[in-house]
């Protein structure tokens, strides 16, 4: 198995009839430890190890992706050749083909990793679940499931193609996450709090884990002894931060540009880049260049260097997301969000870090602009339609605030509305912008992506607060 770029370009040049208009070799090996301590109990435990290629061939807007786990040049190039025929007889549909095959290298970081956690014992990871599990437990009687995950990998990726670009990436990611429920018998209350990487075992060094674990019981148990929260049309206030969820969920999808094509518009941005979508308090990044962030790499997964994208600048809609594929099509540069899950994926077009920029106002005026309304401290789980932006999320952790102070916790609140309209009437945007560092995962097509997210304390002057959604599901953490 190799990882050489002098490999993959030989490779790249035996196939060179058939390249298309485009041909891209994309080389991974990846290791990765998972440990889920759940009610106490060792629930998984794995360590393990896969390696793989994918070829992909242009023929006009049509693509085609052919996969294996053979590194031999002979199968690189077999690889190369069925691309081709693939995409050559369906060129001009703009389809993406996708066929298996199946039967060492160092690269310049983004980030410096001090701990490689493959140099990490095995039962050091067992021990931070198993902390975790203790201290939360220790927080009271009512604390009935206390579930604690730990995660490690390590991916390595080259990337050739046929425009002489060579590219190669390493990026080391260390997850640790808890779920907490809390009962009185007829109640039930969860709480999850994650940190997350690019990063080594150092991102989970100390007491960190169990600081968490806390923080994650003492929320569930607050929310389990508040009241419930009163529904109607009212103010929020995001606490910076946490809120970023919503920027990531109901609005970030939206300017991911296969959403937006010319032949295909689904998203209630398509075609409206420099128009004014939102007040203009608001500006929106999507960086992918912020050393040790989740979301961040040094080449997304087509060997475009990461980039710092402005989507939206004081209100007018700026830029798109791209891959190659999706900037062929819009007659732009690619800028460098081309991700995948693995060599068996095709790329498309992701989010990295999104969050939304500082603005001018005072956060603890923000709080004293509110006559009666909700602050929200933590984010939970949401459905949204990417193509209307209409969204319902569940809060994890809200207060009251009553004639401009901070109130009584509430519980079982949700908010409902349009990400797209929301944006429009954002009307205070604090001056404490902060990413997070939180174990988000988003998914898309059936492929997951590591992604950070975040703004600053913002008001929304009305928006529908209810009671929980039966049968909500989580799409973020």
């Not at 109990?41 to 786990?69: C, M, N, Q, W």
């Not at 962030?293 to 209100?315: N, T």
């Not at 989010?351 to 509110?370: C, E, H, K, Q």
């Amino acid at each position: 198995m190799s990882l050489d770029p002098n490999d993959l370009v030989a490779a790249l040049n035996e196939g060179r009839s058939y390249w298309g208009d485009f041909a891209e070799i994309f080389a991974e090996r990846r290791t990765d430890t998972i440990v889920v301590l759940d009610d106490g109990r060792l629930d998984k435990l794995s360590a393990g190890e896969e390696a793989g290629v994918g070829v992909r061939i242009f023929h006009g807007p049509t693509s085609a992706y052919v996969y294996t786990s053979d590194f031999s040049r002979d199968a690189i190039v077999e690889a190369m050749r069925l691309a081709s025929a693939a995409a050559k007889q369906r060129a001009g549909t703009g389809e993406t083909l996708v066929a298996s095959l199946d039967r060492g290298i160092t690269p310049t970081p983004l980030s410096v990793y001090k701990q490689l956690p493959d140099s990490i014992p095995l039962s050091d990871k067992v021990a931070i679940v198993r902390n975790a599990n203790r201290i939360a437990r220790g927080l009271g009687a009512e604390i009935r499931q206390v579930t604690a995950s730990y995660q490690d990998y390590i991916q390595d990726v080259t990337i050739v193609n046929s425009l002489e670009e060579v590219a190669q990436d390493r990026r080391v990611q260390t997850v640790f996450s808890i779920n907490v429920v809390a009962s009185d018998g007829t109640i039930l209350q969860t709480a999850n709090e994650s940190t997350a990487a690019l990063a080594g075992f150092e991102q989970v060094a100390g007491d960190l884990p169990e600081r968490y674990a806390r923080i994650a019981g003492e929320r569930a148990l607050r929310m389990l002894r508040a009241r419930p929260a009163p529904a109607g049309t009212m103010p929020i206030v995001c606490a910076a931060g946490t809120g970023g969820v919503l920027i990531h969920e109901a609005i970030g999808h939206g300017m991911e540009a296969d959403f937006n094509l010319p032949n295909k518009p689904m998203s209630v941005f398509a075609g409206k880049v420099g128009q004014l979508v939102a007040h203009p308090k608001v500006t929106i990044v999507d960086d992918a260049t912020i050393p040790n962030f989740r979301g961040s790499y040094r080449y997304d997964d087509e060997g475009v260097p990461g980039q710092r994208r402005l989507l939206i600048e004081k209100g007018i809609l700026r830029n798109y997301m791209n891959d190659r594929k999706t900037a062929r099509e819009l007659g732009v540069a690619p800028n460098g969000g081309g991700r995948r899950q693995s060599f068996r994926h095709t790329p498309m077009p992701r989010m990295t870090n999104t969050f939304m920029l500082s603005g001018d106002d005072d956060p603890n005026a923000i709080i004293r602009s509110v006559e009666h309304g909700l602050l929200i401290k933590q984010m939970g789980g949401g459905q949204v339609n990417i193509v209307s932006g209409d969204f319902v999320f569940n809060i994890q952790e809200a207060y009251l605030i009553e004639k401009g102070q901070i109130a009584e916790p509430v519980r079982g609140a949700t908010v409902i509305g349009n990400g797209p309209a929301i944006l429009k009437i954002i009307d205070l945007v604090g001056n404490d912008s902060r990413l997070e560092s939180r174990a988000g995962m988003c998914g898309k097509d059936g492929q997951g992506a590591p992604v950070g997210f975040g703004i600053p304390t913002l008001r929304v002057p009305e928006i529908v607060v209810g009671g929980i959604v039966p049968g909500m599901t989580e799409t973020m953490r």
